[in-house]
């Protein structure tokens, strides 16, 4: 597993919850710290059993390289959102991974393909995409490439399936099919609170009595609006829809550090 952010240590603690040996790979000190306690945290919610929990623990080495992880049968890429990051990446990953490893990269609306380019293998590469809590969350989207193999496909299906969790194979499109879905479920909360029509709490509690379980502010503010906006405007980059245009309203509010839950501030405050 490659990053150790939110994404990572959850999708880390959910193969190991499931009996996976689990390398993951963060460079900075400081976030493998963080990652540890917070995979303290989400395996004593999905394992109840103190032994267990433990034991799942045990199977997670925490490390600095991908040099580190090179007996791997499933490499799965979490670093941020940038196209250039993801392929040195990968890059690195076709140097150093086992010829028949599974190389997969997390991404939630770039194009596989493109990510995949540097390897010189990309029929091993495929798109492997929880959704945020990913130790909690059922759907994963699997999605194929144009140069994915079957056989890589089969291969990512069983392994999200061994997790417990629910695949849906999904063709390279811009946002794949939920980031795509969803894009007018927050932006058009977001026009609504640009134009003063109503605040984040209106919004959410008209969406919540709709039936939602989180409204699409609430839910933004758990994601990160950075991760959001970055996937809005991937979206709106590769088709160029105007309805898909990203919120003057969510870039102010990235430049201005309220990026949710991770800064303790967003449309909500969750204090210091």
Do not use: W
């Not at 392994?159 to 695949?167: D, I, M, Q, W």
């Amino acid at each position: 597993m490659i990053g150790a952010g939110t994404m990572g240590a959850g999708i880390a603690a959910s193969a190991s919850a499931a009996n996976y040996e689990v390398y993951l790979v963060e460079l900075a000190a400081a976030a493998r710290e963080r990652a540890a306690a917070g995979l303290t945290k989400t395996l004593g919610r999905l394992l109840p059993d103190a032994a267990g929990a433990e034991a799942a623990f045990g199977r997670i080495r925490l490390v600095d390289s991908v040099a580190q992880a090179t007996s791997g049968d499933i490499y799965i890429e979490a670093v941020p959102e940038v196209l250039d990051l993801k392929r040195t990446v990968f890059a690195e990953l076709a140097r150093l991974a086992p010829a028949g490893a599974l190389l997969a990269t997390n991404t939630s609306s770039l194009a596989v393909g493109e990510i995949a380019r540097p390897t010189g293998r990309a029929q091993s590469v495929v798109g492997i995409h929880f959704f945020n809590p990913p130790a909690v969350m059922k759907l994963v989207e699997v999605v194929r490439a144009e140069q994915s193999s079957d056989e890589s496909v089969r291969r990512a299906v069983e392994f999200v399936e061994r997790l417990g969790k629910t695949p849906v194979v999904v063709r390279d499109t811009p946002g794949f099919v939920v980031n795509r879905v969803a894009r007018p479920y927050y932006l058009e909360a977001l026009r609504a609170i640009d134009a003063g029509a109503a605040d984040a709490e209106c919004v959410d509690a008209v969406l919540e009595g709709l039936g939602f379980k989180m409204g699409p502010c609430r839910l933004m503010d758990l994601i990160g609006l950075d991760v959001n906006l970055a996937t809005t405007r991937s979206v709106y980059e590769a088709t160029h829809v105007e309805r898909l245009r990203p919120s003057p309203l969510q870039e102010r509010m990235v430049a201005e550090g309220r990026l949710g839950r991770k800064s303790s501030r967003g449309f909500y405050d969750y204090g210091a």
